[in-house]
């Protein structure tokens, strides 16, 4: 069966240090990987997605950036944390764009930004 | 611009009350209206809707898809303390899903 490992499950980072957040995923090959934020009273807001190793796409405009080194692997960095990178980062993956449950997500990530 | 609407934001009922949960949508390239859970950490998929007036049901839950007014309600019956979570919807289009803000429901004992 299908698993998906996301770490660490919180964070407490002061402004302007960095970040990585890591996401694996088990037994599958080739999953779509995507990372979503979940701000406080808000929905979820897609941030990057994948279809390949290597292949990132983007879908705001922020101070995060995303990586596949490996066809399981999706990796959520920051060089600066700002305050407004609070929130509750989700990772998620699925076989193909239309897959009857969505998405698969990971246990999430609160991170804080003092 | 693609979006995804909630109502009402948040919810607080008594247990065994029945609650109506909507979701309405206008996104390009529509295919499937998708109602997940989330309680302390991740979602948990609860139905995929891709017909109109199709009643899916899941024990207690129960949701249909009206493609023609572009919504979604989710009913929630004989609600028990259990049922509290943040309930969202996603409309997944062509290239992606796109969530609600999701409804806070609260059920007293």
């Known amino acids: 069966s299908q698993t998906i490992h996301q770490w660490p499950a919180t964070l407490v980072q002061p402004v302007g240090s960095p970040l990585s957040l890591e996401c694996t995923v088990e037994?599958?090959?080739?999953?779509?990987l995507y990372w979503y934020r979940q701000a406080a009273g808000r929905g979820l807001q897609l941030l990057f997605y994948s279809v390949g190793i290597g292949q990132i796409s983007s879908e705001v405009p922020q101070n995060l950036s995303a990586s596949r080194p490996q066809d399981r692997q999706f990796i959520l960095s920051s060089k600066k944390l700002l305050l407004s990178d609070s929130g509750f980062y989700l990772c998620?993956?699925?076989?193909?764009?239309?897959?009857?449950?969505?998405?698969?997500f990971g246990s999430g990530t609160r991170l804080t930004v003092v | 611009e693609d979006k995804v609407v909630q109502s009402p934001l948040s919810l607080v009922v008594h247990e065994g009350d029945t609650v109506t949960l909507n979701c309405s949508y206008e996104v390009t390239n529509f295919r499937s209206l998708l109602w997940y859970k989330q309680e302390k950490k991740a979602p948990t998929f609860l139905f995929m809707l891709?017909?109109?007036?199709i009643e899916k049901k899941s024990g207690r839950l129960s949701s249909i898809l009206d493609k023609k007014e572009l919504f979604s309600i989710l009913n929630i019956t004989a609600t028990q303390t259990g049922d509290s979570a943040i309930y969202l919807c996603?409309?997944?289009?062509?290239?992606?899903?796109?969530f609600g803000t999701g409804t806070s429901l609260t059920v007293i004992p």
């Open positions: 996603a409309a997944l289009t062509g290239n992606q899903f796109y």
């Open positions: 998620a993956w699925s076989r193909d764009r239309y897959s009857g449950k969505g998405y698969t």
């Open positions: 891709t017909s109109s007036g």
């Open positions: 037994g599958t090959s080739n999953p779509n």
